[in-house]
């Protein structure tokens, strides 16, 4: 008798196990993400501030959920904030915040850049060792309002790579940080302040003039990189058939800070993308792209290439 109540209380406390490990991949954090603070232009400072704030910003990114959608630990996207801060006065930090994301393409080891984004407008203030809290109903600090604008947009753009408007609900939630931190006063969230502002790149995806973007974004990753591993000239033909959108995006809106975002996540890749295509092909690709970017001359002349 006491084996079989042995056995039947080992049987429960591993289903409780295999429950709880159950639970906590179900409910993994969304972002795997790499986070630097460059001080070098900082004189006569201690560096622990900023290796305190460097750590800070990564078990406040890497561990809050944001989403209430299930990731696998394989599953987290992959991203990178990079802080640049150029004074420090008191607790005050001023910089630039480099954000990147990157999308694995389906059935291979490639990678691709989704969002490459240089915000020149940021201030925050920081206590060494200050926790950094979370809160979906209030902006509780300037550095945190700008690192969850930037998380949902991460995780807005890669979930409209994957399939049609799927970002939706999470560029809902940095529409909600902007408005919270529109009456701040803080810089860098005004509507029409600055045409490359966090309020700036929120408008670029959401606005009816430029929401085709979204579009691009699921055509563009979804029915083109990942066909290209069953079909490369099917897969690079939608790749140009989203050029011919962004063409559009550009009649609409040629300031619209969406542009430079693919400009600066895509150019480089588009290169690779058309150093196989035909002279056709490569051609009609260049003379879509050089009106938008002009200039990026010398990048968009090695499409025009002959293939090696």
Known sequence: MRLEVANIKRFWCLLSVACLSALFTAGAQELNCTVEVNADQIQNSSKEVFETL?????????TNKWTNAQFAANEKIECRMFFTIKSYDGDKMTGELQVQSLRPVYNSSYTTTVLNFRDTNVEFTYIENEPLVYSEMSMESNLTAIINFYCFMIIAMDFDTFSPQGGTPYYELAANVVRLAQSSGETGWKAFEDNKNRSAVLSAYTDNATSGIRTILYNYHRLGLDQMVVSVDKGRATITACLEE??????????SVCLSIFRDAKLDELVNIYSEAGTTE????????????????????KIKEPKK
């Open 246 to 255: 962004l063409k559009k995006v550009y009649d609409a809106a040629p300031m």
């Open 54 to 62: 460097e750590q800070a910003i990564a078990e406040y990114v890497n």
């Open 282 to 301: 490569k051609t009609k690709v260049y003379e879509l792209l050089y009106p938008l970017y002009p200039t990026d001359g010398t990048r968009l002349n």
